[in-house]
């Protein structure tokens, strides 16, 4: 076994091959750029190298600069997790050549599943069942388009070097093709450096379905089972499970020999996750191949037992397997969460920010089997940049049973506690209970299926919501006063009560309540003119037993400055205590402005000064975290400027053209 190794890669799968590195005694090397130079992943290993700037080419992407540090080190090996040089043959090939091990499959295996096409060709030899479609080389526009028109429409144009859902387009009609073909190219190109695409039959209510294989050097090779991936937004997964419901045996059995024959189609050695799209029927096609440890790995941790990155350390050392087929079993179900920084409700636009408040679930375990489980990177106090990817952690449950581990999803999620910037915490809730996923009724489209219930929802009834911001506000108060009367802030009075007003945005509505201060020492919440009687017992700082009226919740408050986070099992709010004077003259509209939504390139502008548009044209295409994101006109009017060009970095809210509206 090794001694010491270099881990390739940062955040939370960093942090999760050193906890095992560490269980089994083998010292680890991180490697950080200038935005991560206080990062978990940093802290957590046995020795930490800088590397370069923040921005990916110039750090985790520099593998000469990588392997000087492992040589450097002596690191006798190099995990590269997943993403950045995980999938990258020159990078294998060249950990090869400097007499370092490479923890992934030979550089042979990775060429030959890295594109997509000749992947299909080698799969095709090995009878591994195929999606009809074009995997050819040539790649003139009208002649895709002929393949398309010759398939039948949807079809799929997908990056032949891609994955992750980025250079991969959905066309429902000939008249979209163009244009989705040239956005498709353009995003591969700059995720990729290839920008060479396929075309398929998009297959009507698809599943996807992993299935996770394992080789090593003495010629043995098992499947560790499945894993259902469809719950998607923008092709990327949302939720993973372990089995996939509804899969019987002989089906499992089929997609696992594929499986393993596509790997030994490719002389493949150490973890490796075979994709398909399979029909509602059960008929199944091979998509792609990952050449490496995929983000979902944990479910089928949970439902084998096994480590699968302490696999990937024995096979890469040289040893056989740890287990036979025979030998594998599944235990109960799992379910994956990823807890992203992005806002939902604005087409799942990436967010950043501090990380004011990270409060995973009290009782949850890190990066070992467990009922519940968390896989961090991250630290309360912690930056969410635009350099990386937006996951913020992993959330996976375990249960006997597929409806014992959903309800211990959907409270492990309740307890999560996220403040500083936009989450999908509270729409993964919506997600877990829906109908559909609730009843395993699974496809790729589930959450278009499911937008009604899973989109636009109130979170906490407002009463609710106002009543923990008061709750917080006495008990800040309450703790500010000493035994000097004078600074009492409860608003005592010798005679009658006080009345407090409190201007509270939600939702962006605003609202007026008044917190009355009785005689007694009670307290009153007038809201919209209901007068309910409220009492508060501060449990902590930020833990609040609130009684309003007949209601009673339990409540965790976080506030900083006029900002309020109420969280409870219901649901979750998000208040502004407005200040008057502090916000004296803002309102004005400004008409026009077409700012960017965070921080990003500016990828494409389609249009010039003076040129005229209609509501929801496309004006501008801008890039961030490896995702492209349009700008629309909001409504019909003339473009009176172009304040930045194609290739300029802008800050969020920046102004990137100003639209004089009609």
């Known amino acids: 076994m090794f001694k010491k190794i270099l881990i390739a ?21 991180a490697v950080y750029s200038d935005a991560d130079a206080q990062a978990k992943h940093v802290q957590v290993c046995d020795e930490a190298v800088h590397i370069g700037g923040p921005a990916p080419r110039d750090s985790y992407l520099r593998h000469e600069r990588i392997l000087e540090v ?55 030899k090995a009878g591994v069942p195929l999606v009809p479609g074009y995997h050819g080389d040539r790649q003139e526009s009208d002649f895709l388009l002929a393949q398309a028109q010759a ?15 980025k250079g991969m387009r959905a066309v429902q009609a000939a008249e979209e093709f163009e244009a989705a073909l040239a956005s498709c190219k353009r995003e591969a190109r700059s995720s990729f450096g290839d920008d060479h695409v396929l075309v398929e039959r998009y297959v009507t209510r698809p599943r996807h379905i992993e299935i996770q294989v394992f080789c090593d050097a003495h010629g043995n090779g098992v499947y560790l089972f499945e894993r ?16 996939a419901p509804g899969m019987t045996p ?41 050449t490496r440890l995929q983000v979902e790995h944990p479910v089928t941790e949970a439902i084998t037992g096994h480590d699968l990155v302490e696999w990937q350390l024995r096979v890469a050392a040289g040893e056989p397997l740890p287990a036979r087929q025979e030998d594998l079993h599944i235990r109960g179900h799992a379910i994956e969460a990823r807890l992203c920084a992005e806002n939902p409700e604005a087409n799942f636009l990436p967010a950043t920010g501090p990380l004011r408040v990270f409060r995973p679930p009290t009782r949850a375990s890190e990066f070992t089997v467990a009922p519940v489980r968390v896989d961090a990177g991250v630290r309360e106090g912690d930056e969410i940049s635009p350099y990386y990817d937006s996951m913020i952690a992993k ?58 219930h899973l989109f636009g929802q109130p979170g906490l009834p407002l009463a609710c919501a106002v009543a923990g911001v008061a709750a917080r506000v006495l008990a800040d108060e309450a ?138 044209q496309a004006l501008a295409v801008m890039e961030a975290m490896k995702m492209e994101h349009t700008i629309a006109a909001p409504a019909d009017g003339v473009i009176e400027a172009l304040l930045y060009g194609v290739g300029d970095q802008v800050a969020e809210g920046a102004e990137l053209l100003r639209l004089k509206v009609s």
């Open 228 to 243: 259902d991936c469809s719950v998607q937004r923008r092709h990327q997964k949302v939720l993973e499970e372990a089995p």
């Open 151 to 165: 398939i039948g429409f949807p079809v799929l144009i997908k990056a032949s070097a891609g994955g992750g859902g």
């Open 70 to 124: 492992a040589r450097a080190t002596g690191a006798q090996a190099i995990h590269p997790g997943y993403g950045f040089l995980s999938e990258n043959e020159v990078f294998a090939q060249a950990c090869e050549q400097a007499g370092i091990v490479f923890i992934g499959p030979p550089a042979s295996a990775i060429a030959a599943m890295g594109s997509k096409a000749a992947a299909k060709a080698l799969m095709e």
């Open 395 to 452: 959330l996976i449950v375990h249960g006997d049973t597929r409806e014992q581990a959903l309800a211990r999803l959907d409270a492990a999620l309740a307890e999560t506690h996220i403040v500083g910037l936009h989450t999908n915490v509270a729409f993964l809730r919506r997600v877990v209970t829906s109908a559909s996923f609730a009843g395993a009724d699974l496809d790729t489209a589930l959450i278009e299926r499911e937008r009604a």
């Open 479 to 616: 703790a500010l006063q000493d035994a000097d009367p004078w600074s009492r802030r409860d608003g005592w009075r010798l005679h009658g009560t006080a009345r407090r007003r409190m201007e509270i945005e939600a939702a962006g509505q605003r609202h007026v309540a008044f917190l009355e201060y009785l005689h007694d020492g009670r307290h009153v919440l007038d809201l919209g003119g209901q007068r309910q009687p409220l009492q508060v017992h501060a449990r902590s700082a930020e833990v609040h037993e609130v009684v309003l009226g007949e209601s009673r919740w339990r409540l965790t408050v976080y506030r900083h400055g006029e900002h309020f986070h109420v969280f409870a099992p219901e649901g979750v709010a998000v208040l502004q205590w407005i200040d008057a004077i502090a916000h004296a003259g803002e309102g004005v509209h400004e008409g026009g402005r077409l700012t960017a939504p965070m921080p990003g390139k500016v990828l494409a502008l389609h249009v010039s000064a003076g040129q005229a548009v209609k509501k929801g």
């Open 250 to 290: 002989q089906r499992r059995r089929e997609m696992g020999e594929a499986a393993v024959a596509a790997a030994r189609a490719v002389g493949y050695v150490g973890a490796g996750t075979v994709e398909f799209i399979a029909e509602q029927d059960g008929r199944f096609y091979f998509m792609e191949m990952n």
């Open 9 to 29: 890669n940062r955040g939370e799968i960093a942090c999760r091959v050193a906890a095992t590195a560490r269980r089994l005694g083998i010292r680890t090397v």
